[in-house]
C-alpha cells in the first residue's frame, strides 16, 4: 500500500542520515549525501519530512 511504502521511505532515508553521520561526520550530511546513500531525491525526503531539521529529528526520535 501507499502507506506502506511511504513507511519504508521514511525508514531508508532515516539509516541513511545515520549511517551517514556514524561513517562520514555530521558535517557529510548534506541534503545531496543524504539522497544519494537512501537513493531517494531530496524532494521526495522533503515531502516525507517538510525539511532538514525535521529529518534530523526523526532520526532522534528513532535512537530514543
Do not use: M, P, Y
Not at 511511504?6 to 531508508?12: D, G, I, K, Q
Not at 549525501?33 to 515531502?47: D, F, L, M, Q
Amino acid at each position: 500500500t501507499q502507506a506502506e511504502r511511504s513507511a519504508l521511505t521514511r525508514e531508508t532515508v532515516i539509516q541513511a542520515v545515520v549511517d551517514c553521520i556514524v561513517e562520514e561526520g555530521i558535517n557529510a550530511a548534506t541534503a545531496a549525501r543524504i539522497a544519494e546513500r537512501s537513493g531517494v531525491t531530496w524532494g521526495a525526503i522533503v515531502h516525507q519530512f517538510g525539511d532538514k531539521d525535521s529529518l534530523l529529528l526523526a532520526v532522534v526520535e528513532r535512537s530514543f
